[in-house]
């Protein structure tokens, strides 16, 4: 298939989405410009360095002068740049929502006439007492990351070239680590610490691998104008799990003591599943099982065990 776009901005593209996604394009023949704060001191791979077709721009999405620069000559942008997951958005409010939801107000501003892809989530969802979320579900987020996602929809909703993703709590091994997922931080302290408690442990979550993400964006760049204007849950219905299932599915690999806790104080209870009919039907099949995700996460992190940096790893 000749791609009907030449330069893609991946803003976030150092992240963990993004250390899949770009290689992923720059395969298909992509010409890549990265836009990143490496906020976390992330290394960029030399393979990509290397690459003609790649360019990386370090800067932050809120600092409009600099985006402005990145988005000369772009056919398409992929928006991936955030602060991601509860504990950091509650922590770093005002961060949470002038990089969730104002960077999208500068976007438009500066290039609403350039095809959007943007990364939600399907903790938009909010607390549905475990009911069946479908894209047609009317969104009840509570928690500020989820809050602050939505408002970033309804921005891009004012578009009329925009493709909305709302993917699973992602898991799975990245170049750039992220241990504060659930899953991830599961596998993670079950092998450091060789004990995990899991609260509530009956209310239901849903995932999506990394890479499975990483294909999802790039089957929606190289058909945008098929499904431009849409939103979907990526995901699988066999994904749809207990925190109790993540934490047995653990010891099919890790040897360690597993224990259930109830409490009720818990800010985040968030209990529901999500129908992903919509983006199966649109052709799409995800590859990688919860089995073989942790089985690479426990292979990788395992080799880690004698590296002093292992030990020190933060949750954020």
């Known amino acids: 298939m000749a791609n009907v776009f030449k330069k893609i901005l991946v803003t976030g593209g150092a992240g963990y989405i993004g250390s899949h996604l770009v290689p992923l394009l720059l395969d298909h023949n992509y010409s890549v410009r990265v836009f990143d704060n490496l906020l976390f001191n992330q290394k960029i791979p030399h393979h990509l360095i290397n690459n003609p077709n790649y360019e990386f721009l370090k800067a932050d999405i809120r600092d409009e002068t600099s985006f402005n620069q990145a988005l000369?000559?772009?056919d398409l942008i992929i928006h991936l740049a955030a602060l991601v997951g509860e504990p950091a958005c509650r922590k770093y409010r005002d961060v949470c929502y002038e990089t969730n939801r104002d960077a999208v107000k500068i976007i438009n501003k500066l290039r609403d006439d350039r095809p959007l892809i943007i990364a939600s989530s399907t903790s938009v969802y909010g607390e549905t007492g475990g009911g069946l979320c479908s894209e047609e579900t009317m969104p009840t987020p509570t928690l500020d990351y989820s809050i602050s996602k939505y408002e970033a929809e309804n921005i891009v909703r004012a578009r009329n070239n925009f493709i909305i993703?709302?993917?699973a709590t992602a898991f799975g091994y990245s170049y750039r680590p992220r241990l504060d997922l659930l899953i991830n931080e599961f596998v993670f302290k079950a092998i450091k610490e060789k004990k995990l408690e899991i609260y509530n442990p009956n209310l239901m979550r849903t995932f999506v691998h990394v890479?499975?993400?990483a294909r999802v964006f790039l089957m929606m760049a190289e058909n945008f104008y098929l499904f431009k204007n849409q939103i979907f849950n990526v995901g699988s219905e066999n994904l749809n799990l207990?925190?109790?299932?993540?934490?047995q599915a653990i010891k099919e690999h890790v040897d360690y003591d597993l224990k259930?806790?109830?409490?009720?104080?818990?800010p985040d209870q968030r209990n529901f599943v999500v129908n992903y009919d919509k983006?199966?039907?649109a052709g799409f099949v995800m590859n990688t099982s919860l089995y073989?995700?942790?089985k690479e996460m426990v292979d990788k992190f395992k080799n880690l065990e004698n590296d002093p940096s292992f030990y020190n790893i933060n949750f954020v």
Request: charged share 35%.
């Open 279 to 281: 983006i199966k039907n």
């Open 165 to 167: 993703l709302r993917p």
């Open 72 to 74: 000369k000559d772009v």
């Open 292 to 294: 073989l995700g942790i």
């Open 242 to 247: 207990t925190k109790a299932e993540i934490g």
């Open 260 to 266: 259930m806790v109830q409490v009720v104080d818990d």
């Open 211 to 213: 890479k499975d993400l």
